[in-house]
């Protein structure tokens, strides 16, 4: 098999209000890829793509080596898959779900799902529309990590999760990235699951990927800077995000550029970091236009 476990290349989908415009990454294998975007940017437009449940117009997404379409089933049997919203048999029971998974793949696990079960306390012999949103989760986990899946897509898996099932969920994910051979493209807007677990991040703003890298790069390449307004020095144009308060600022800025600020605080971005300040210019002229326009009305 390919060398990457993950590989989109020049993606394009366009809707009649939207487009994916050519979007290129790769993941790495023994890697958790945290994909970043405000709601609306493609982040599931891309997830639904690599799962071939919609057509692109242009580009090749490729599993291990393998095409997702021209090798669907070599593929599919490669990938375990936890959407977003529900889509299992929901007025079936989940064991009659977990029975079909068992048809669909070639190494179903019937131990491992057992193991899950239990271990989340899952009723599988209850019908799936009775869970609760959190217990639909760990369900579709259990069922895509028991078909032994070299490459796990997960559309905003932690949502709905109470903290202890996400610490649980993120152990588990780095277990299963742990003999360096598997991997994970963990699409969230929980960055701070994030921090806790990728190894790159990948930003999508508005339907174009703008920035994919791993956390050492990331580090190497960004910083979060904050101090009094006063040392920003007119370098105001050099930063890519800057949150200013009346004394106070802070902002994203590469690191090449934090020569031109004295007397300021340097950390590390985190995803959260990454994600606000690469869009915070492009919104907050309209968020002021909101506001300005709530005081004149009032």
Known sequence: MENKALMIDGVTKEYKNFKLDNASFTVEPGTV???????????????????????????????????????????KNLLGYVADEDFMFGGSKLKNNAAVYSELFDEWDNEKYQKYIKFWDIPDDKKVSSYSKGT?????????????PQLLILDEPTAGLDPVARMEVLDILRDFVSDGKKSVLFSTHITGDLDKI???ITIIIDGKVTESLNIDQIEDKYAVISGNNSEL????????????????????????????FKNIAVTSPNAENLLTY?????RKDKLRDIISDKGEQA
């Open 278 to 282: 690469s869009i915070w210019n492009n």
């Open 198 to 200: 990728a190894d790159a």
């Open 33 to 75: 890829m945290g994909l970043i975007g405000q709601n609306g940017a493609g982040k599931t437009t891309i997830v639904r793509l690599i799962m071939n449940m919609i057509s692109r117009k242009s580009g090749k997404i490729s599993v291990f080596g393998y095409d997702n379409i021209d090798d669907e089933i070599k593929v």
């Open 233 to 260: 020095g007119g370098h105001e144009g050099r930063l890519i995000g800057l949150r200013k308060g009346n004394v106070n600022f802070e902002a994203l800025v590469k690191r090449s550029d934090l020569e031109l």
């Open 136 to 148: 639909k989760t760990k369900a579709m986990l259990a069922l895509a990590l028991s078909h032994n």
